[in-house]
């Protein structure tokens, strides 16, 4: 038998799934095997998952107690309910934000757009957490936009801004949105405007058109930024620590109190493996009913 090289195409592909398996699946695995490890005083704080035992034979001892925790305490999965509902109110938010501005700049003079998209992008050059602290001074009891009330008279004292829910999806939204609108940007403006021509002169009015035309062809770019938006705000902690209110348990927030309060590193691992399942699963479904649907065509 003939050994034959691997094909281009072999090779080609092999990269990313080497990719994905080095930087996705083995962090995985391993996350994985803590969550089914007990919880211990020492450095790592879990006991091993294989042992030794006085018969000096290999056991392998799993504990699904903290998978078992997670569905009896209330408290973690409001924590995962709280998370998806602010996760998919901030993914609407920047939607209805972002559908807008995307339109426009995909339907501006080619010679502007590549201001306008620097403008989108132009928050990212500046930190992370720097910008959420920039909303922490501008959202303070003595804050610039509790000055700025105060001086014109329009409150007799300052408004609480700081640790609400408010303040929460606004610091989301904020940082989240050029997710949202480059993805309905790089959709828009390969829309051919032939075709709203097309459905101009059959008498379709520009709301007409737009719900006929545009929307039904945009719906991938809506997908994509939605999923953008509301993936990482699910386990977003940054900014409900800094912006939201004590009521702010957002699953991120647990995370970190697993890991670095209780140091319960099996509990913290439980609680990331659910949650990935959570996200990873319902996305793996809908590309697979979207590639059955495209196979039917």
């Not at 008279?153 to 609480?160: D, K, L, T």
Request: glycine letters at 6%.
């Amino acid at each position: 038998m003939r050994w034959r090289a691997p094909s281009s195409r072999a090779l080609v592909l092999a990269l990313p799934f080497l990719w994905l398996g080095l930087f996705f699946l083995a962090p995985f695995l391993i996350v994985a095997k803590i969550a089914v490890s007990e919880a211990a005083l020492g450095i790592p704080p879990y006991a091993p998952v294989a042992r030794w035992t006085d018969q000096g034979a290999l056991a392998l001892v799993l504990n699904l107690e903290n998978f078992t925790l997670l569905i009896e305490d209330s408290f973690y999965l409001d924590a995962y309910l709280r998370s998806v509902r602010v996760a998919g109110i901030s993914a609407l938010i920047c939607l209805l934000l972002g559908y807008p501005m995307a339109y426009a700049i995909a339907r501006a003079p080619e010679a502007r757009r590549n201001v306008l998209l620097l403008l989108v992008i132009l928050p990212f050059w500046t930190s992370f957490l720097l910008r959420i602290m920039a909303w922490i001074g501008l959202l303070a009891d003595n804050g610039v936009i509790n000055n700025i009330l105060l001086a014109l008279g329009i409150v007799s004292e300052p408004v609480r801004l700081l640790y609400t829910d408010a303040a929460l999806y606004l610091g989301i939204v904020y940082c989240y949105l050029p997710f949202m609108v480059l993805p309905l940007y790089a959709n828009l403006v390969k829309l051919d405007p032939v075709l709203l021509e097309a459905a101009s002169d059959l008498g379709a009015r520009p709301w007409r058109a737009f719900l006929a035309v545009t929307l039904p062809l945009s719906l991938p770019g809506i997908l994509a930024g939605t999923m953008l938006v509301f993936i990482p705000a699910v386990g977003e902690f940054v900014i409900p620590e800094l912006l939201g209110g004590p009521d702010a348990q957002l699953i991120g927030r647990v995370l970190w109190t697993e890991f670095f309060t209780n140091r319960d590193w099996p509990m913290a691992s439980a609680l990331a493996v659910v949650l990935l399942l959570l996200l990873v699963l319902p996305i793996a479904w809908f590309q697979h009913l979207q590639g059955r649907a495209t196979e039917g065509r």
